[in-house]
């Protein structure tokens, strides 16, 4: 966070105030020794001109994402590695089910063409 900051140019004096916070909160959120909670952080985002993603770009920070569809909610909590890591998980779960998938197209085509063949042969009524 403190790159993008200084990439600006603007000091943790000015953030801090922007925030309303001490400097030393301010320090304290850049180092990663404090939460920081959404509306906070998104000012921070909006002030730094970046995505809020942008903010949570290194191992020491906590992603939180969250879901809702269907009446379910998913939720992941980690650092960075750790969701990059179930991402992986969960892209490799993907392909093997659309494998599956896939494999189960060409057995219900072959059924029907065996179902198919019966019905013209007279075997099946």
Same mark, same amino acid.
């Given at each position: 966070?403190?790159?993008?900051?200084?990439?600006?140019?603007? /000091?943790?004096?000015?953030?801090?105030?922007?925030? &309303?916070?001490?400097?030393?909160?301010?320090?304290?959120?850049?180092?990663?020794?404090?939460?920081?909670?959404?509306?906070?952080? /998104?000012?921070?985002?909006?002030?730094?001109?970046?995505?809020?993603? &942008?903010?949570?770009? &290194?191992?020491?920070?906590?992603?939180?994402?969250?879901?809702?569809?269907?009446? /379910?909610?998913?939720?992941?909590?980690?650092? /960075?590695?750790?969701?990059?890591?179930?991402?992986?998980?969960?892209?490799?779960?993907?392909?093997?089910?659309?494998?599956?998938?896939?494999?189960?197209?060409?057995?219900?085509?072959?059924?029907?063409?065996?179902?198919?063949?019966?019905?013209?042969?007279? &075997?099946?009524?």
């Amino acid at each position: 966070m403190s790159i993008l900051r200084e990439s600006k140019g603007i /000091s943790q004096a000015e953030m801090a105030e922007k925030l &309303d916070v001490d400097v030393n909160t301010y320090a304290r959120i850049e180092r990663g020794e404090t939460n920081v909670l959404h509306p906070k952080l /998104s000012k921070i985002a909006e002030f730094l001109n970046v995505d809020v993603l &942008d903010l949570l770009a &290194d191992d020491k920070n906590v992603y939180l994402v969250s879901e809702s569809n269907n009446n /379910s909610t998913s939720c992941v909590i980690g650092s /960075s590695a750790e969701i990059g890591f179930e991402i992986q998980k969960l892209k490799s779960e993907v392909k093997f089910q659309q494998e599956i998938m896939e494999l189960q197209k060409r057995d219900i085509a072959r059924l029907e063409e065996i179902v198919a063949l019966m019905k013209k042969s007279g &075997d099946f009524n």
